[in-house]
């Protein structure tokens, strides 16, 4: 009687819970307080800032290059892209070390964008993650593709293949 009423339990408990489509894996991060998200699948690694070297006449929302294992990579400020303020900008040599730089790659292009610090990595599904003409509209240049819901708090995502286009524009 006791294995009835057991297995009745636990098929009601499978049929409670909901089957939720995973969408991608993001890896969160705070600038100015906010959090933003980036898709894993664009994210080559993430680094501790080395020395960031300032290359004149370019950009200021270009930091500047660094060598990584022999390679020179370009490292934009996300903040300035964001069109929020950035403390790094226009110094000639940075080298923080309570900051991050998130190395994205897209087929052959690589480059760093500068992050504060990184909240967590999360799980986006169709039962948190919303998207939409909505967020299109107000989303200057589409740099937005969704957001991902977690309690309270609402973590903007970030369109990489946006983002590259946006910093291949700048000069």
């Known amino acids: 009687m006791e294995e009835k009423v057991l297995n009745r339990k636990i098929q009601e ?11 991608f ?3 969160t ?7 933003y998200a980036l898709d894993i699948a664009d994210i080559q690694e ?3 800032p080395r020395k960031i070297s300032r290359i004149p006449n370019t950009s200021e929302k270009i930091l500047g290059v ?3 294992r022999g390679s020179i990579l370009p490292v934009y400020s996300l903040k300035l892209i964001l069109g929020l303020p950035d403390l790094m900008k226009g110094k000639f040599f940075i080298d923080e070390e309570e900051k991050f730089i998130v190395i994205l790659k897209k087929q052959k292009d690589v480059f760093g964008v500068f ?23 107000w989303s200057k240049n589409f740099l ?3 957001v991902i819901l977690e309690g ?7 369109h990489s293949d946006t983002l590259m286009k946006t910093i291949f524009s700048l000069k």
């Not at 991060?29 to 959090?35: A, H, K, M, S, T």
């Not at 799980?123 to 003409?133: D, I, L, Q």
């Not at 309270?152 to 970030?158: H, Q, R, S, V």
Request: no cysteine; proline share 0%; net charge negative.
């Open 13 to 23: 408990d499978v049929q409670d819970k909901k089957l939720t489509k995973f969408l």
């Open 25 to 27: 894996q993001a890896v």
């Open 29 to 35: 991060f705070f600038l100015d307080g906010n959090v």
């Open 46 to 48: 993430i680094i501790f």
């Open 66 to 68: 660094l060598n990584l």
């Open 115 to 137: 992050i504060d610090t990184i909240y967590k990595n999360i799980t986006a599904t169709e039962e948190n993650y919303k998207t939409g003409e909505m967020i299109e509209r």
């Open 144 to 146: 937005f593709k969704g």
């Open 152 to 158: 309270e708090k609402e973590i903007l995502t970030i």
